[in-house]
Nanobody, 123 residues
């Protein structure tokens, strides 16, 4: 079993930045792929970005150029750096992980999930 704990959310104004962190209860090198999802009020959960153990990355078009996903396997932590935030980025952001060495399809149901952290962007 793997526990994931997100942090770093908050309330910011449009154009500002936040960095989300996801700490795993065990080595993420052995876990595999990690991802960030988000869910806005009244909307379905959607993939934001994913990263493999080797650093291969997938970022959705809506945040490409503004968000960066990274991981530190020695610290068992994944990050989501969010720059130039927009009001439409407002959502609960979730960290996910699974025992995969390749990037799964966006619809893939990751096995492990964090509790989420709220990000609110005001205009």
């Amino acid at each position: 079993q793997v526990q994931l704990v997100e942090s770093g959310g908050g309330m910011v104004q449009a154009g500002e930045s936040l960095r989300l962190s996801c700490v795993a209860s065990r080595s993420i090198f052995s876990i595999g792929a990690m991802a960030w999802y988000r869910q806005a009020p009244g909307k379905q959960r959607e993939l934001v970005a994913a990263i493999t153990t080797s650093g291969k990355v997938n970022i959705v078009d809506s945040v490409k150029g503004r968000f960066t996903i990274s991981r530190d396997n020695t610290e068992n932590t994944a990050y989501l750096q969010m720059n130039s935030l927009k009001p439409e980025d407002t959502a609960v952001y979730y960290c996910a992980a699974d025992h995969l060495q390749v990037l799964p399809e966006p619809e893939y149901e990751y096995t492990y999930w964090g509790q989420g952290t709220q990000v609110t962007v005001s205009s």
